[in-house]
């Protein structure tokens, strides 16, 4: 099986920043795409930031310039620096991977989540 933890969220006030990680632990043959997503309740979630293998990006519009994501593929781990944080990226805020496990089809993880509260 595979394990998504991820850390980093908490209270911000707007301009401020934060710095989510996520590490992917078990029998792990490969891990491919990486991401993070946000969904507030009620809303349809969103992706955030996505990084292929070889370190290419893609953003959502309304955070691009603002936030960074990267990856640490001997940790497995992935991470978002969120600069210049606004009211409006208040949400849970979800880690993504694509990976194939054990003996298992290549598919989509999940961790569980780690809520970025922005607000003065």
């Known amino acids: 099986q595979l394990q998504l933890v991820e850390s980093g969220g908490g209270l911000v006030q707007p301009g401020g920043s934060l710095r989510l990680s996520c590490v992917a632990s078990?029998?792990?043959?490969?891990?491919?795409?990486m991401g993070w997503y946000r969904q507030a309740p009620g809303n349809q979630g969103e992706l955030v930031a996505s990084?292929?293998?070889?370190?290419?990006?893609n953003y959502a519009d309304s955070v691009k310039g603002r936030f960074t994501i990267s990856r640490d593929n001997d940790k497995k781990s992935v991470y978002l620096q969120m600069n210049s944080l606004k009211p409006e990226d208040t949400d849970v805020y979800y880690c993504?991977?694509?990976?194939?496990?054990?003996?298992?089809?290549?598919?989509?993880?999940w961790g569980q989540g780690t809520r970025v509260t922005v607000s003065s």
């Open positions: 993504n991977i694509y990976a194939r496990v054990a003996h298992m089809p290549w598919r989509d993880y």
């Open positions: 078990g029998s792990i043959n490969s891990i491919n795409a």
């Open positions: 990084i292929t293998v070889s370190g290419i990006t």
